[in-house]
């Protein structure tokens, strides 16, 4: 079956780092997202990887292993507002998005 | 960007009636658009997934005949709860994905919330 895994919760604090960490078993791959999403809204669109590296937009990075199933999103100087759900998502062979169930972010001051 | 739009934002509804959400692609042509339904703390749940011109695609446990999807146009996908109950109270969520640029990702709209009463 396909699986997507991501910590159900993390906590940092205002100004600091944060890594969040998502593995993925799926029938095929065509590239992985990062959503975020605020409480009672949509998600908003944040990375796309396809190859493996790291991509860096602003205060948010994105890295994908394709060997080893394996992406995280970096958080760097943490804002309050970055308190949200972040969801990993797997485009499949079928072109299909397979989602994690999201990583609860909690920004303490 | 490519941007989403969904219409209503929110809805309250009487048990037993139709409630038709809209969900809209205002500057790119959106050959496939998803609908999703999250419940509170919740992921989001693919309804079904509809290619312009062709039937949707249900996923399994969701009721073709209670959620009629109608992806008439490169812009314009409908969903319509049918016979609403309040179990369907939900935030339904569409997104839409196009070409060319446009095909890399989903690009999602801001959701319609739906109070069944």
Redo the contacts between chains.
Sequence with gaps: GQNIDQPTEMTATEGAIVQINCTYQTSGFN?L?W?QQHA??????LS?NVLDGLEEKGRFSSFLSRSKGYSYLLLKELQMKDSASY?CAVLDSNY??I????TKLIIKP | GAVVSQHPSWVICKSGTSVKIECRSLDFQATTM?WYRQFPKQ??M?MA?SNEGSKATYEQGVEKDKFLINHASLTLSTLTVTSAHPEDSS?Y?CSARGTGRES????????T?LTVL
Excluded at chain 1, 99 to 102: L, N, S, V
């Design positions: 590239g997202f959503y009672g809204e949509a998600p908003t669109f796309y969801l299909q998005l989602w994690g169930a999201g | 998803f992921s989001l693919l997934t935030f969520i890399d990702t989903q690009y999602f709209g801001p959701g919330r």
